[in-house]
């Protein structure tokens, strides 16, 4: 397939290597606002984002330096994506396009930012990721005795093993000077992260635990969100529920793209739509 380098007027530019799209999707690709897209298996959604990233880079509407950012949830969506873009823009167009999944997307920001941090929740620069298992978290949960003003050692016995990382460790937005008054479950996840980031020669993260320590970065720090204002249009390939950013990596995303007023693609599978369902939102 022949790269097209010159720039396309938007009112001109045809799909790339594709006969066609069908009118909900074309309408998506052109559109200038926030939208949202409901499809079914097989219904084209990853051709829609591809499609959107080559309109939005060949009609120079994307100029450099901004850049557009793909995320997803997993690794082969990204690289699928990632993949077609490149099969079908100029190669000095296609640098500016970014795949990336939610951990990779978080783990990036912590690596590039981390001094950035508030001193309490800043990991060491050799911190290596681990896996918050359930025999590493019952060892520590036992060896535990909170004071009288938090509760007992009962209380914390009571705690679940197997969600203590999701219910506890990375369940609300990180306080930038910890949790004043907190509850047993909380004050175990304080003793957790005070303990893996700095109880030893150096850090060990889980990857909740570095979106929750990504989306605090951004959150606390203007001169970051700054740094990040370059991903000036969005594409999701999960749907962005208002629940989902508050939390974790998807709150980071809202916090990079939404507060920065970035034109956002939200692609939601549901395997019960047999054609595009589109919204502005």
Excluded at 63 to 84: C, F, H, T, V, W
Excluded at 167 to 184: E, M, Q, W, Y
Excluded at 246 to 254: D, E, F, K, M, R
Aim: proline letters at 6%; charged letters at 25%.
């Amino acid at each position: 397939m022949p790269f097209l380098r010159r720039r396309v007027g938007s009112d001109d530019w045809q799909p790339v290597g594709i006969s066609e799209l069908e009118p909900h999707a074309i309408d998506v690709v052109r559109s200038t606002n926030n939208r949202s897209v409901i499809a079914g298996p097989g219904s084209g959604k990853t051709e829609l984002l591809a499609q959107r990233a080559c309109y939005l880079l060949q009609c120079g509407i994307s100029p450099p330096p901004q850049r557009i950012l793909a995320i997803s949830y997993k690794r082969d969506g990204a690289s699928n994506l990632e993949k077609r873009v490149q099969a079908r823009v100029h190669p000095t167009l296609a640098y500016r396009f970014d795949s990336r999944t939610f951990d990779s997307f978080s783990k990036s920001l912590v690596d590039r930012f981390s001094q950035a941090l508030p001193e309490r929740w800043r990991p060491s620069l050799d911190y290596e990721i681990a896996n918050a298992t359930g025999r590493i978290v019952r060892d520590f949960l036992r060896r535990l005795t909170p004071p009288a003003s938090v509760g007992t050692v009962a209380d914390i016995v009571t705690i679940s093993v197997k969600t203590f990382e999701k219910r506890h460790i990375v369940a609300a937005l990180l306080a930038v000077d910890g949790i004043k008054n907190p509850t047993p479950g909380q004050w175990a996840a304080q003793q957790f992260w005070e303990n893996w980031l700095r109880g030893g020669d150096r850090s060990y993260l889980t990857f909740a635990m570095i979106g929750r320590l990504a989306e605090l970065l951004v959150r606390t720090n203007p001169m970051v969100r700054d740094a990040l204002r370059y991903f000036e249009v969005a594409c999701f390939k999960q749907r962005i529920h208002p629940k989902m950013i508050a939390s974790g990596a998807a709150g980071l995303v809202g916090l990079c793209l939404i507060d920065a007023r970035a034109d956002v693609i939200d692609v939601t599978p549901n395997k019960d739509e047999d054609h595009y369902s589109t919204n502005s939102w």
